[in-house]
């Protein structure tokens, strides 16, 4: 308490701040690093802390380095390599710490800011929001405040001050940041990107689907992808964003079977007006790109390659590592692949040997349906009459999935409906795949740009029939209607936020005195995704448009004739601004000066007016009564300007009417 109370000297006040710089920048580090780094690194700056307030003497270096040696060992241990971008982050963090124990000289102080610096930049490897740009600005603008406080010789300005010089300096640079970014040559891909960084963890949909699987997406509300709509969204029930189809079954997963990319017509011919939106997909580390069912063309992504299967499923030539963007038009009226026979129907009725004898034979019978829509009529009216619940937490099921589900536990969610209905379809002779994808969708009303969650993570089934073609069939809808209708909050209840109950008013479904957290969150999200579009998905593409639009209207002649009218109209301004700031007194003295040099007696520039009064009173060609009132005005000119200001005003009038004698 004792130090606390004692004023600090400036060399500890100094110290202290780049301290507190220094926690500011490798903080939000902890949130990747090891757990023993971050514990180190705030054991170092502690000690440092304590050394600073005590004026103990820094530890010597025998002493350092076999910590340093010893934190060095942790890292090959904890990556295997002392390369790369997360153990070459985690050592330029112990760096930082362990040389706060290391500064001696005034050059060393120096040396930890432009590590901090650097190592501010680094944040972008792991987060490139709005909140670590946010975080980014605070960071630079104290370290900028603690390089000022080494600065100054004599006493040193409080630290608001500091701050707004500091502050300053930001805004200074800030058009020029704003220039490079918008016309400086940019790369494909994220300039934060390091070679491998496309082998992380992936997230979102899969080539496969399991019991389980779907349900523990659902409670995930990362974000999948944003919709921008040219034309008026689809009614939620049409709001199906196609993805990987899975036609193999083993008895427990659905997967997806040889299905290579194929050029030969699909025989799609789509109806109606189509739909044109723009998606934002993030990263995912996986190859799916999803459009609304059913594209009429294949949309363009910038920096890959798309591909379409014979199933119609989009993927790029390589992961989606970086968010894209890119332009589709759907038609929610088609018929796909109607003709009387389907290529390859085998494929499409296989099913496992030994596996779920009930559903088998329950299939089988339906066979007495001559009508294939009967047989799925039929299927999907067991699932409304019968006691179906659709959770998201279902039972574990055994070796025989699809019967313990269909007669015993009677409890899924999407992908024990779907996968139990191509089952019985194809046991049934009917052609039948799952398709899994997205659907639904909420729109953000202060943006108008629709977020598809990982939570709308979706399973459902398509039959093919003889003269229709492929046709989406969705059991989950006969089972839990408002799941599409209303989305997945309005047909289960999900856990709350962080188990708080009170945040369920988060969800636009619930409603209530909570509604407030639902704008809340519409605005970040809004916030969020105008960061997306306008900084992080600047492409080197729409740098291109950019740059183009700007000629074009630099160089039109609209744009020259406001230029031109505006330097004008600015010229104008600051000559009337200085018209008006000449005072009447001076330019009374003007007028005086300019009819003496007409006289012969012009005024030298570095002539005051009592000097130039002295050459007027002997200037002998002058006329007396002319030399008189000259000597006169310039008396009474000297004392108003070298005196107070003055609110006289009867000195003008007595200086106009000298000036009138000077003939």
């Known amino acids: 308490m004792k130090l606390l109370a004692t004023p600090l000297t400036r060399d500890k006040a100094d110290t202290l701040l780049l301290l507190g710089s220094a926690v500011l920048v490798l903080a939000p580090h902890a ?362 937490s279902p039972p574990l099921l055994g070796r025989h999935t699809v019967d313990e589900f269909l007669y015993g536990t009677r409890s899924g969610f999407c992908e024990h409906y779907s996968g139990a209905f191509v089952f019985l379809m194809r046991a049934a002779g009917v052609p039948a795949r799952v398709v899994t994808g997205y659907q639904g969708g909420e729109i953000n009303p202060l943006d108008g740009f629709m977020t598809v969650r990982q939570s709308d993570a979706h399973a459902w089934a398509e039959v093919w029939i003889a003269g229709i073609g492929w046709q989406r069939v969705d059991p989950t809808a006969a089972v839990a209607p408002e799941r599409v209708r209303r989305g997945l909050d309005a047909s289960v209840q999900r856990p709350a936020p962080f188990g708080i109950e009170a945040l369920r008013g988060m969800n636009p479904f619930h409603g209530g005195a909570n509604a407030w957290l639902a704008q809340l969150r519409n605005a970040a999200s809004a916030v969020n995704n105008g960061w997306n579009q306008w900084v992080l998905n600047y492409t080197p593409e729409r740098q291109r448009e950019v740059v183009r639009d700007l000629q074009r209207k630099l160089f039109g002649w609209p744009f020259i004739a406001l230029l031109t009218s505006v330097a004008v109209g600015l010229a104008l301004l600051v000559f009337l601004r200085r018209r008006r700031e000449i005072h009447p007194v001076d330019a009374l003295y003007s007028t005086l000066c300019k009819r003496l040099g007409q006289l012969g007696l012009a005024r030298a520039q570095d002539e005051g007016p009592s000097a130039y009064a002295a050459r007027v009173a002997g200037a002998s060609e002058l006329a007396p009564q002319t030399r008189a009132a000259a000597q006169d005005f310039l008396r009474r000119y000297s004392a108003w300007r070298y005196a107070p200001p003055t609110t006289d005003p009867r000195l003008t009038a007595t200086l106009k009417s000298l000036l009138s004698q000077v003939r």
């Not at 904890?78 to 982050?89: I, W």
């Not at 901090?116 to 600005?137: D, E, K, P, W």
């Open 31 to 392: 949130l990747h690093l090891p757990l023993w780094v971050s514990l180190l690194c705030g054991a170092t700056l502690a000690w440092r802390a304590a050394i600073t307030l005590r004026g103990k003497r820094m530890p010597p270096a025998l002493v350092l380095l076999p910590v340093a040696v010893a934190a060095m060992a942790g890292v090959q241990f904890s990556y295997e390599t002392l390369l790369g971008k997360d153990a070459g982050v985690a050592m330029l963090v112990l760096l930082v710490a362990f040389k706060m124990l290391e500064m001696h000289a005034r050059r060393d102080l120096f040396v930890v800011i432009f590590l901090c610096f650097f190592l501010v930049l680094t944040n972008f490897f792991y987060s490139q929001g709005i909140g670590t740009a946010l975080l980014t600005v605070a960071s630079v603008l104290l370290l900028l405040s603690t390089q000022l406080s080494f600065q100054f010789a004599g006493t040193v300005p409080p630290l608001r001050t500091r701050l707004a010089m500091a502050g300053r300096t930001l805004a200074f640079a800030l058009p020029i940041a704003i220039v490079l970014f918008v016309v400086f040559p940019r790369i494909h891909g994220p300039l934060w990107t390091m070679p491998g960084d496309a082998a992380g963890p992936s997230s979102g949909l899969s080539d496969s689907m399991a019991p389980g699987q779907m349900s523990n997406l659902a409670l995930s509300e990362e974000t999948a992808f944003r919709v921008r709509f040219l034309t008026p969204p689809p009614v939620q029930t049409q709001r199906y964003w196609r993805g990987p189809v899975l036609d193999f079954f083993d008895g427990l997963t659905w997967s997806r079977g040889a299905s290579q990319a194929s050029g030969r017509d699909l025989h799609l011919a789509v109806h109606g007006d189509a739909i044109d939106y723009e998606v934002t997909l993030e990263p995912s580390q996986s190859r799916w790109v999803f459009t609304l069912e059913m594209p009429g063309e294949l949309p363009r992504v910038a920096g890959h390659e798309l591909r379409l299967s014979p199933q119609f499923e989009l993927t790029a030539n390589d992961a989606i590592a970086s968010r894209v963007r890119y332009r589709a038009s759907s038609h929610l009226q088609f018929v796909f692949q109607g003709g009387a026979s389907l290529d390859d129907a085998r494929r499409w009725l296989l099913l496992p040997y030994g596996f779920n004898p009930r559903a088998l034979a329950a299939g089988r019978e339906l066979r007495r349906l001559p009508d294939p829509a009967q047989r799925v009529e039929a299927v999907l009216a067991q699932f409304r009459q019968q006691p179906f619940e659709y959770t998201l």
